[in-house]
């Protein structure tokens, strides 16, 4: 089964890029400065952040629908992040290195099964989710602080 797993899009984020410290915390918005390689999973680009790159840390809504599983969690996003990573039948290191939780949703936005398995075993997870007729894509987050990592769907 072939897959795309999608990072984030960063338009609704460029408006933040530069902004004061000040100015982030009335949007509800932290700047952090990676201080540890392999510490800061960012999303947009999906990939670790380096050391000394700076991101931004907010709360993100990746399930907008109408649904009681509607839900949003804090992202790390990285400052001046333009284009969202795609990765087509492959799973980008950053999630390879993690326990990911793998949610697959249906049509109507409802969770239809679940797992956490090791980010190195997850394209096996993601083509029997996939392989499934009622899943129509997937989400995975960061199982650990259980933060949204990225959206996945049949290529």
Do not use: W
């Given at each position: ?51 000394g790159e700076s991101l931004l840390l907010l709360n993100y ?41 793998l949610r697959a949703f249906n049509t109507t936005h409802h ?45």
């Amino acid at each position: 089964m072939s897959f795309v797993i999608s990072g984030v899009d960063p338009t609704p984020f460029l408006s933040l890029y530069g902004l004061s410290d000040e100015e982030l915390t009335r949007q509800a918005v932290c700047r952090v400065v990676a201080n540890e390689p392999r510490s800061f999973p960012e999303r947009v680009e999906l990939r670790d952040a380096e050391p000394g790159e700076s991101l931004l840390l907010l709360n993100y809504v990746h399930q907008p629908t109408n649904t009681p599983y509607q839900s949003s969690h804090a992202i790390f996003v990285r400052e001046g992040a333009t284009v969202a990573a795609r990765f087509e039948a492959q799973v980008p290191a950053v999630m390879q290195r993690r326990l990911i939780s793998l949610r697959a949703f249906n049509t109507t936005h409802h969770i239809v099964t679940a797992d956490v398995v090791d980010g190195s075993a997850l394209e096996a997870s993601i083509a029997a989710f996939l392989a499934r007729d009622d899943v129509a894509y997937l989400h995975a987050h960061y199982a650990k602080y259980g933060c949204f990592a990225a959206t996945v769907h049949r290529a």
